[in-house]
T-cell receptor, first 119, second 109 residues
Framework: GAVVSQHPSRVICKSGTSVKIECRSL??????MFWYRQFPKQSLMLMAT?????????EQGVEKDKFLINHASLTLSTLTVTSAHPEDSSFYIC???????????????FGPGTRLLVL | GQNIDQPTEMTATEGAIVQINCTYQ??????LFWYQQHAGEAPTFLSY??LDGLEEKGRFSSFLSRSKGYSYLLLKELQMKDSASYLC??????????WGAGTKLIIKP
């Protein structure tokens, strides 16, 4: 149990376009989902936390209007990078937390990540 | 403030044992997690400790001392595939994870 999928795994887009990334919990209901960004050889940086049916809580320094998060159901959250620019190129990873058979309820299970390259 | 400290890099030999230490300071405490992250991939869950003591899971064990704000991850019978970064994360009173920068473990034949 506790499988999280993420789509797409890689995306290349032109500067100024928007990109949507989906995160799904496949075999459990995710009461909370998290979105992280990771630059090469750096630690995970939490961008925002979202609970199903409510607005996401963004970390300091993360632009809400640029990184739109929707957590419409207990199994799906989306991150839309609006008007992407080259500096937004990064590895975006989602994680989900909920009651599973895989471990403690507090555990975050990660999706495989999405590598975004903005040209 | 909240902080997680772990070594940046460690080297060990295939077949040996290695211990990766982590010290933490969090606002409240709801457990300590260890994750493994291979290069270019997302982290995978290894262990969770909320009570003092040692939790063993096959070749991997994790230890916690709440009074010392200290944890370690012990890897036995090292294999080349264990080469990865190991992330220590403390959970605070708001159930938020505070992440360490990760320890890059290099396994040599």
């Amino acid at each position: 149990g506790a499988v999280v999928s993420q789509h797409p795994s890689r995306v290349i887009c032109k500067s100024g376009t928007s990109v949507k990334i989906e995160c799904r919990s496949l075999d459990f209901q995710a009461t909370t989902m998290f979105w992280y960004r990771q630059f090469p050889k750096q630690s995970l940086m939490l961008m925002a936390t979202s609970n199903e049916g409510s607005k996401a809580t963004y970390e300091q320094g993360v632009e809400k209007d640029k990184f739109l998060i929707n957590h419409a159901s207990l199994t799906l959250s989306t991150l839309t990078v609006t008007s992407a620019h080259p500096e937004d190129s990064s590895f975006y990873i989602c994680s989900a937390r909920g009651e599973t058979s895989g471990g403690p309820e507090e555990t975050q299970y990660f999706g495989p990540g999405t590598r975004l390259l903005v040209l | 403030g909240q902080n997680i400290d772990q070594p940046t890099e460690m080297t060990a030999t295939e077949g040996a044992i290695v211990q990766i230490n982590c010290t933490y300071q969090t606002s409240g405490f709801n457990g300590l997690f260890w994750y493994q992250q291979h290069a270019g991939e997302a982290p995978t869950f290894l262990s969770y400790n909320v009570l003092d003591g040692l939790e063993e899971k096959g070749r991997f064990s994790s230890f916690l001392s709440r009074s010392k704000g200290y944890s370690y991850l012990l890897l036995k019978e090292l294999q080349m595939k264990d080469s990865a970064s190991y992330l220590c994360a403390g959970m605070d009173s708001n159930y938020q994870l505070i992440w360490g920068a990760g320890t890059k473990l290099i396994i040599k034949p």
